[in-house]
């Protein structure tokens, strides 16, 4: 039981972001003016709306997220084999997210935009698999006639988080107003947590998969 409840605490930090202060403010990007396939449009929209100004500490952080899902899915394995797929992806996402986030010291300017559109496209979509592999699993190793209503309304909680995070990725790219980024994010964390409570309520079904 413990594994669900670390997936919970994991699948809360991912879907909620509170940025407390600064820890490191990125170098100045230098624009690339004779690159035709970039262009000034995409290089301001990747370094100024995806990457910001600054290195910012999360209270909600996402590495720990990610930790604590790697941990519970690692305790629930001898409940359900399936969980072994999403040990890696779960690493994978872990380390592309720090990468993106340092990207600005480490990549030299005339890669940062490719390097850091790619890699942080990459894990938007590895965290929406290793999310559905995780919540699926857990509904698959806590299937009982019971709970079944809590099983569908977990499953719709976490498309509705998925469908926002999707959205979430290109809005802020294309640099939509603060305003809607953050209704965005509200009602994401808000079908995060309707999926996170109707997996609360399922923990008591846990059983192994035969």
């Known amino acids: 039981m413990i594994g669900i409840i670390l997936i919970m605490a994991g699948l809360l930090l991912?879907?909620?972001?509170i940025p407390l202060f600064t820890l490191a403010v990125y170098p100045d990007y230098k624009m690339i003016y004779d690159d035709p396939q970039l262009g000034e449009v995409i290089q301001e929209y990747v370094t100024g709306n995806m990457l910001g100004t600054d290195l910012r500490f999360d209270i909600m952080s996402d590495l720990l997220g990610y930790l604590l899902m790697l941990i519970g899915a690692i305790l629930l394995i001898r409940y359900n084999k399936s969980f072994i797929k999403v040990?890696?992806?779960i690493v994978v996402t872990a380390v592309l997210y720090a990468i993106v986030k340092v990207s600005p010291f480490v990549?030299?300017?005339?890669n940062l935009v490719v390097c850091a559109l790619a890699l942080s496209f990459i894990q938007m979509v590895l965290g929406i698999f290793i999310e559905r592999a995780l919540v699926y699993d857990v509904a698959r190793s806590t299937s009982d006639l019971p709970n079944e209503r809590d099983i569908v309304l977990m499953k719709f909680g976490w498309i509705g988080a998925a469908l926002c995070e999707a959205f979430l990725y290109f809005i802020i790219l294309v640099g939509?107003?603060?305003g809607i980024i953050i209704v965005y994010m509200v009602v994401r964390a808000g079908f995060m947590i309707f999926?996170?409570?109707?997996?609360?309520r399922c923990r008591h079904y846990l059983h192994k998969q035969a």
């Open 87 to 89: 040990l890696l992806p």
């Open 176 to 178: 939509l107003a603060e």
């Open 14 to 17: 991912s879907a909620v972001d």
């Open 107 to 110: 990549i030299a300017p005339e």
């Open 195 to 200: 999926c996170i409570d109707r997996m609360f």
